[in-house]
């Protein structure tokens, strides 16, 4: 029991340690405060080079979470599909309501951009929300 209560001690203790790395989420974000592309619609784009964990050690404001985005589109004039690949600041209250926020970047996109249609965007927010509530519930198990 008192090996339960020190190694859940030390989970806390490393979870409330925040590292800082100096990198903001947004040096990896896809699109502007416009929902324009940042990147060329005509070409792939990877910010996000190790996927989830490229975003999950990021820096955000309080109360929200650094994301994964993968973005998937038909480029009208190209006629080909490109994917898109980077980070995304989400709070918790869009966390909660993801699907409804995810459809509202899809749509913001298409209107955004002219040569944009098809949009499909996932987004994977890794850990930090997860982290914490394992923690919670190691916390009351004890």
Partial sequence: ?????????LALIIYAYEYDLGRD?????LFNDDRQLFYSTYANT???????ASCDSLNTA?????????IKFKNTVADEKFT????????????????????????ELIKNNNNITKVDIDI???????????LIFLAFLL
């Fill in 1 to 9: 029991m008192q090996i339960k209560i020190v190694l859940g001690f």
């Fill in 62 to 70: 309080e109360f929200s979470a650094c994301c994964y985005m993968k």
């Fill in 46 to 52: 990877k910010r996000a080079y190790n996927g989830i």
């Fill in 25 to 29: 989420c947004s040096t990896k974000t």
């Fill in 84 to 107: 898109h690949r980077g980070c995304i600041e989400i709070t918790y209250d869009q966390y909660d309501q993801i699907k409804e926020y995810r459809n509202f970047l899809e749509d």
């Fill in 124 to 134: 994977d927010c890794n850990s930090k929300i997860i982290k914490l509530t394992g």
